[in-house]
Nanobody, 124 residues
Framework: VQLVESGGGSVQAGGSLRLSCAASGASYNRYCFGWFRQAAAKRREWVASITPDGTTTYADSVKGRFTISLDNAKNIMYLQMNSLKPEDTGTYYC???????????????????WGQGTQVTVSS
């Protein structure tokens, strides 16, 4: 399984970015996928997940601002990030839970494969 993130960058507070995660070796309609982020000197934290049936869940800190979605035809997962805040700054990772048809995935320990990360910087 290989996961490759893209779409990071630098924006001002209030701006938007869309991250992409291209997966090979794992289908979005079979496995649970998620986004995590890690700020400097902080632990990696869960941001959002999407299950094989399309159920989405979000961390409270991003609910209403971020949207996780899939393009099954292209096997790409997206994270649309709106109303960005400086505290959203960090390296964003996509990850996959290799349990087939998991109905939920959130703890970091559920995820087996990780991308290399893409940097998001939000300035005030």
């Amino acid at each position: 399984v290989q996961l490759v993130e893209s779409g990071g960058g630098s924006v001002q507070a209030g701006g938007s970015l869309r991250l992409s995660c291209a997966a090979s070796g794992a289908s979005y309609n079979r496995y649970c996928f998620g986004w995590f982020r890690q700020a400097a000197a902080k632990r990696r934290e869960w941001v959002a997940s999407i299950t094989p049936d399309g159920t989405t869940t979000y961390a409270d800190s991003v609910k209403g601002r971020f949207t996780i979605s899939l393009d099954n035809a292209k096997n790409i997962m997206y994270l649309q990030m709106n109303s960005l805040k400086p505290e959203d700054t960090g390296t964003y990772y996509c990850a996959v839970d290799s349990r087939p048809y998991a109905t939920a995935c959130r703890p970091e320990g559920d995820f087996d494969y990780w991308g290399q990360g893409t940097q998001v910087t939000v300035s005030s």
